[in-house]
């Protein structure tokens, strides 16, 4: 047997455990091997929890140890850059979760630097390994529903919203409407060419003052002349809300929420059944564990990153032009942004 | 018992012909007294085959005839906006088929006609009494799903496309779109404030010559900051759909196409079932004659028209910005357009 | 033009006026001419209600009128025969409500009459002209899922149960079962064999003294193998319930209820949507009117009736051997029945 | 931290295997320590895949180990009792695979020495840990449903049929009816007092010669007067099917299969979805894992079994009767087999 791959984990926040927990219990192939984490006592209790040999408030330590084959880097959205850049020039496999960065300009430093370097590099965007947005792509490849004409993108995240400001994180823009942006762009498979956004408070007034908004709705122009929207809602009342529709030239596919059980209770008010599943951690608990099954799989052996640098910076991309969109209150072209 | 109302049909096309059936066996309190087309034959043909008194191809005799109570407008486009003016001055009450007019100042013509006569006026937006669209305005009114924030429109026409140029008929805009539009302006019950459209030619080239377009994709910004998205499609591969959906502060509601039937089928293959009910005559059949049972009964208690002048008015005027911003590649303020 | 058939209704009762209804509205070729009720003030109410010529206490007055060409027997149950066996020898065509008798001996009477004056029968089995239940024998007939196995049938009232004693009416054996008895035969297609029944009173104490239970489940053996479940309940707290699945050597198909709307509302509580159409008024409205245009036509045509005297009789045969299974506790075959 | 609880797994086929897996990298507070088959290279490959210190071809010499905390019984069926008797004696903690036996006598002598030893017992009834199954029994206890009326059980294997005769395995009777029955008690919650069964060879000409049906369909009658019917078909063309529908004074419950995905295709020929996860070990992957995490929780914390001696005796009670009602052409009381 081969020797399983040596992974450093960067970030033993909410995901990180979590890929931690996956890796343990259901990645083959690789273990943990160290782990990081500004707050140092995050780290000793992560590595406590999964008997990962080496743990340090400093990932420096770990991109120079040479046992380290490749890190996995959940740590705050505002690192992602810096720490992209500094395992690449370490000659370190990448695993990275979204967004690479909240700017073109970290972005291309760190993607860049990957380039540069050769080492395989994966961004975290785990609905390309859901069964159901993979069920989508599925069809689109397979013809069945021939050229895609409309994509039409939900994600709502359950309320009531968790947090006020989005400090460190990457709010509607770069934690959700990423997701989007990158399905959108995967889906159609072709240049995004303009976009045009609606953003508004309508839950938490005051919001704007730190650029983030509780809904945003994007409308995208592909080059092949396809049409996607994107529909942002930071507070659904009845919980995690994430489907996709596409319309093409021979047919349509949809695909509807998971949910904790299918049950219909019949009684004198109705017809009831659960919410969907409650939030990104339970919906795509397996898939998380998939995407990184992939990475260690490709990374073994040699085979090209399904998603890598060019999917993690025309997500951005999609993203800023959407951003820059609100804020000038005019569609944009992606080339002003790139062009930026 | 009263005597029932007298009604002239005006139109006697497929349309014409619809009504003039639900009229005949389905409406109580009216009876259809005269019809009139362009076509002599189609008059008569359609007096003959349901027992209609009178019949000519100049609807102008209809008018003048003191007997006719009430006229219904199921004529070509092109010519809704003189024949309600016409009926206005002749102090009918009106029922005119959707859109008014394809211009604003051809509907101010007759709309202005209508008003300045205080004759009772009812557009053809069935939608709002089909059972599934009123149940989304309940869950609105009632308060279940809270304050809107986003509305999903789709409309989708079955596929292969009938026909070429437009003609006479109202094409993606002034037929399609021009539903949808009353269905936001409905749901959301507010001011449309800005709209933002993109449309392409993706099945039938050529088109976009006639100004025509087989996709239309349309964001709607609304003064209390809801957000509403229109999804028109002619070409749809399995069918006729129509949908809804609008997420609120409180949760959200959606609605599915009609079927024939709800078998499913489940096969070696997989589950199936049948497509939507094919077309608006199938899927409407009932909500068309409820529309007019409506119609009759407002007019002889003398209630107040639920859709009317301003809906008439309000939906056209968001067609007609949301063409002007695809004409023009960019979003466009309503104000723009009544400024025209 | 033909001239229309001319219809006597007989019952003027709930039925009886809903079959009033659909004749003179939506019935093509056919008007009513008289309407017979013991009460003669139901009898006056429904003649004036729809226009109709002549109306009297006594049906033996319309069986004698000449101008009447087919009957309608919308009485209470325990006079069916009697009607049916009068109209038979007075050379009407009949169209009767199920079930044809509550004992063998009333229903060969009574269809011994219809065969040997060769007048056209109809049963009032609605369900075969259902879209639902028609799609299920289409798919069998069309060998979508192959040779059945396996039928299951659920007919469940809606509670709380409206009555106590079942007095005039057919209750869970002849008002309920009868139907899901024609339609296992329909799908099998074959001949019933052996019965087995569990019936029991666990919703309102007492009624077993009349004879009637409030739940009853029926396994039914067909001659080829094949082996039906029949699933009745009258106090169903969600409503108006009717469904059925088969499975066959190459699939199975199952169909669902019928809803009002199908608007699916999501709140914090969870997905909700509305009970099934409230009663069998509502949900087989448009099927009451189609089976009776079927009879229409198949009369005037010459055509034999699709539902007829073997299916009266094959249906009650099933139902009668049901509750004889019930009553001896054992599995009841039904040549037993057909032999007393 | 506690030491893990060292199991022996008995069995290393396709279910044994199964249970290895989720033991390695899904159980926690366990670890297999031993395996034993019959075939003693099926107990080493299974050894070397799952790092297993210890295998053997005799499952006495694991008995017999003082290191073995538990063992795993997920050999041949007719294997069951001998083992389970076996182990109970020689004090270990017992989780089997179900059906404890194929007659009554076996499983009493093997519960029996399970009793007498006080050992923890825990029967392989997976589906009282499935998350749809167990909301049914939980809307029951929690009175969402009010008391149980009447209850529909499916369970249907994916054809083609991959065998013969049934030889060492279950067959319909006790491989497949075994849980349907064991869910009848589960959600009733009462006796069962007689059952009623048709069974027919539909499929696979000449398999009667064995005792074995393609097709059974059983009805119980319990001592509150609810009745469960319970669907078998071994060779459903779409797939793995098993759903279960229970209604009550208050109301009803129902619950679906479980599928790869829930997309929807539409295209020219309908709509169309996957058919259901294809056998039971895909559909109960993890709730494999969570019924042995459950066994190992209750043996550690001392906790007594949810589902032991009292459900592996009164399911196979049920299953006898079944047989016997079949095998004999009439209802079987409960306390016939029981006496027997």
Redesign the interface.
């Known amino acids: 047997m081969i020797n399983p791959m040596n992974l450093a984990l960067i970030g033993a926040g909410t995901i990180g455990r979590m890929h931690a927990a996956n890796i343990t219990?259901?990645v083959e192939g690789a273990r943990l091997y160290g782990v990081a984490d500004v707050f140092a006592d995050a780290a000793r209790t992560c590595a406590e929890r999964y008997n990962i040999p080496r743990w340090t408030a400093d990932y420096h330590e770990l991109l120079a140890d040479p046992k380290v084959d490749a890190v996995l880097v959940a740590s705050a959205t505002s690192t992602h850059a810096d720490i992209v850049e500094a395992a690449a020039k370490a000659g370190k496999a990448i695993f990275a979760e979204k967004p690479i960065a909240k700017s073109l300009a970290d972005a291309d430093r760190a993607l860049g630097a990957v380039t540069k370097a050769g080492v395989p590099f994966q961004i975290g965007f785990q609905r390309r390994f859901d069964?159901?947005f993979?069920?989508?792509k599925q069809?689109i490849v397979k013809g069945?529903?021939?050229?895609p004409?409309?994509a039409?993108l939900v994600s709502?995240d359950p309320g009531p919203r968790t947090a006020g400001p989005v400090g460190v994180g990457g709010g509607v823009w770069f934690d959700m409407m990423i997701h989007d942006a990158d399905m959108a762009l995967w889906l159609i498979d072709d240049a995004a060419v303009?976009v045009?956004t609606?953003a508004?408070?309508?839950?938490a007034p005051g919001l704007e003052k730190y650029g983030e908004y509780d809904?945003a709705?994007v409308?995208v122009?592909f080059a092949n002349?396809?049409?996607a929207?994107i529909?942002n809602?930071t507070?659904?009342?009845?919980?995690y809300?994430q489907r996709a529709e596409v319309?093409g030239?021979?047919?349509?596919?949809?695909?509807?929420n998971?949910y904790?059980?299918?049950?219909?209770?019949?009684?004198?008010?109705?017809?009831?059944?659960?919410?969907p599943m409650p939030y990104f951690l339970e919906r795509y608990q397996a898939v998380y564990r998939d995407e990184v099954q992939h990475f260690v799989n490709d990374v073994r052996d040699g085979k090209p990153i399904a998603v890598g640098v060019k999917e993690a910076r025309d997500s951005l991309l999609l993203v800023l032009a959407a951003k820059k969109s609100h804020e000038e209150?005019?569609?944009v072209r992606i080339a002003e942004v790139t062009a930026g």
Chains 1, 2, 3, 4 share one sequence.
Request: glycine fraction near 8%; avoid cysteine; aromatic fraction near 4%.
């Open positions: 219990f259901g069964p159901n993979a069920r989508v069809a069945e529903i021939g050229r004409h409309i039409h709502r303009e045009y609606q508004a408070v309508l839950i809904v709705v409308m122009k002349g396809a049409i929207t529909d809602h507070d659904a009342a009845y919980g809300d319309i030239s021979a047919g349509a596919i949809s695909i509807d998971t904790p059980h299918n049950a219909i209770v019949s009684d004198a008010s109705g017809l009831h059944r659960a919410k209150r005019r569609a």
